[in-house]
């Protein structure tokens, strides 16, 4: 796992190291911290900023190098706005700006965490280390060779200065553990199909047990003989056979129902029989998004020691198009007993998804479910890549998925759901059809998922625009986003973890 900085927590009264970094509002206003560590460089920063036209706004940021009046050797100036309107997901932001000016000779860093009315509380500090985190991730270890424009990965040592050190590091303890989680997820996705394919996903998922994960890997006999007949009819196509992994987090009361989780992991799609065009085709490494974002929730739950009882599962194949594939007209039966009509090969995912689904659901017997896959394309069109698809039967989670998204950054939008579109997937020799056409597609895709939840409140987030190859923001600027873990960690620590 790539980490190129190191956080730590130290007081007002430290001495600054190597990068000052100090926050002023759109009035060029500094806390009383940052006024005493900028001393007479105060006059620069003013004569500086009006040069440049830095006004102060939030995420803009005034950099000069070796200012005269300190002996930091560069000192980076923040805007945060009116202060009266950051909102919690702007200390991320902060953070990541930050991580966006540093370079590789950025050993030492200080990062003064104050306003100008006063310090950061403990959370907006922990947020500030963790958005930097986010924006240092970079992965680049099959470069062998740097272009002259590149000055390497970042790797510095951070202070952030804080009023009450102790408290700051409290709140960073489990913030950093989210952290690690969405940087395993990048990780994952931004591997490539020929290192990370079904079994090796599964061997790296079994790394969790370290933690005290408990972790099983289900192999095509298993699934065989558990009648996994949707997920084997995809991997059937592929030389590297399927698995299912199962890991549980039981950091709740003995015998409380878990929460689940659940992630389509196709870690390379051709399409199948009915194959892509070549066009970004090599972009089908990501199609295990889902699966990524449910590692490393389950990463940032375990290693935080949640209170909960939490169930990760993840279906690993790849779809491929030998002789042995499965083609268009098969018909093939799920686990459920339900059987589906093979319209298109590359409708595959929710293939996937059935037979997992329905074995949490009957196994473990829920809370409630959800799931994540880079589903269609459809959604995309719909959404763009700002906002993930939302689909849920149960209005309480759709609710509480939405406002998380807001706080956090990691938006859903809610998408309908209705027995009218099921006619698009009603098939004349099967149960079903596994595709519905192209109108309507993310939702009759929706529609297909729910026939496997048997009445378990679920919420299916397609984040075929967010998982990867999502525009770069101020805290990733990496293709694989790490998209979903902020947002379901927080989802369980906000409704659904035991307080005592």
């Known amino acids: 796992m790539s980490d190129a900085v190191k956080v730590g927590f130290v007081a007002f009264s430290a001495a600054p190291r190597g990068v000052l970094v100090v926050f002023c509002d759109d009035a060029l206003k ?15 920063v003013k004569r500086a900023a009006a040069a440049s036209q830095f006004k102060g706004k939030s995420g803009a940021t005034l950099d000069i190098p070796a200012p005269e009046g300190i002996k930091a050797e560069r000192l980076i100036v923040v805007g945060v706005g009116k202060a009266a309107e950051i909102k919690e997901k702007d200390f991320l932001k902060f953070g990541g700006v930050t991580a966006g000016k540093l370079n590789a000779a950025s050993a030492a860093v200080t990062v003064i965490a104050e306003l100008p009315d006063g310090a950061m509380q403990a959370d907006a500090a922990a947020a500030i280390g963790s958005g930097l985190r986010l924006r240092a991730y970079r992965f680049d ?4 060779k740097k272009k002259d424009n590149d000055n390497g990965a970042l790797h510095a040592d951070v202070s ?44 790296r998922a079994s790394q969790l047990r370290k933690l005290g994960v408990d972790v099983e890997v289900l192999d095509v006999k298993a699934m065989t003989k558990l009648g996994m007949g949707a997920l084997l009819g995809v991997a059937q196509g592929s030389t590297q056979p399927g698995r299912t992994v199962i890991m549980r987090w039981n950091g709740g009361k003995k015998g409380d129902a878990p929460v ?20 970004s085709m090599e972009d089908m490494k990501g199609d295990m998004g889902g699966a990524a974002c449910v590692v490393g ?23 491929m198009p030998d002789g042995n594939a499965q083609r268009p007209g098969d018909i093939v039966t799920s686990m459920s007993g339900q059987t589906i009509e093979i319209i ?31 589903l269609t394309g459809a959604i995309m069109v719909a959404l763009g890549t700002e906002y993930a698809g939302m689909f849920s039967n149960n209005d309480e989670l759709a609710d509480r998925l939405s406002k998380i998204g ?59 625009g967010t998982a990867m190859g999502a525009p770069k923001t101020d805290i990733n600027h990496s293709w694989g986003s790490g998209y979903g873990v902020r947002l379901l960690d927080r989802l369980v620590a906000e409704y659904y973890e035991a307080t005592k």
């Not at 939008?413 to 519905?436: C, H, V």
């Not at 109108?439 to 048997?454: C, E, K, P, W």
């Open 160 to 203: 952030i200065a804080v009023e009450d050190v102790a408290a700051a590091r409290k709140a960073f303890a489990p913030a950093g553990h989210v952290v690690d989680g969405v940087i395993i997820a990048r990780e994952l996705v931004n591997e490539p199909p020929n290192v990370l394919y079904p079994v090796e996903f599964a061997r």
């Open 260 to 279: 689940a989780f659940v992630g389509k992991g196709v870690c390379f799609d051709t399409g199948g029989i009915s194959i892509k065009g070549a066009a």
């Open 141 to 144: 270890r099959y470069k062998t």
């Open 297 to 319: 929730l389950m990463h940032a739950l375990a290693a935080r020691k949640a209170k909960v009882n939490v169930v990760g599962a993840i279906g690993l194949v790849e779809n």
């Open 30 to 44: 500094f806390g009383e911290a940052a006024r005493k560590a900028l001393g007479k460089a105060a006059d620069t």
């Open 406 to 464: 807001n706080e956090t950054g990691e938006r859903v939008w809610r998408m309908p759901l209705g027995a009218e579109y099921d006619k698009q997937i009603d098939s004349q020799f099967a149960d079903m059809k596994n595709t519905g056409g192209r109108h309507g597609g993310s939702i009759t895709a929706a529609q297909f998922l729910q026939r496997f939840v048997d009445g378990t409140p679920w919420a299916h987030l397609d984040v075929a």
């Open 344 to 374: 298109n090969t590359d409708a595959e995912g929710r293939l996937v998804l059935a037979d997992v689904l329905w074995y949490v659901t009957k196994k473990f017997k829920p809370k409630f479910m959800v799931d994540l896959a880079t």
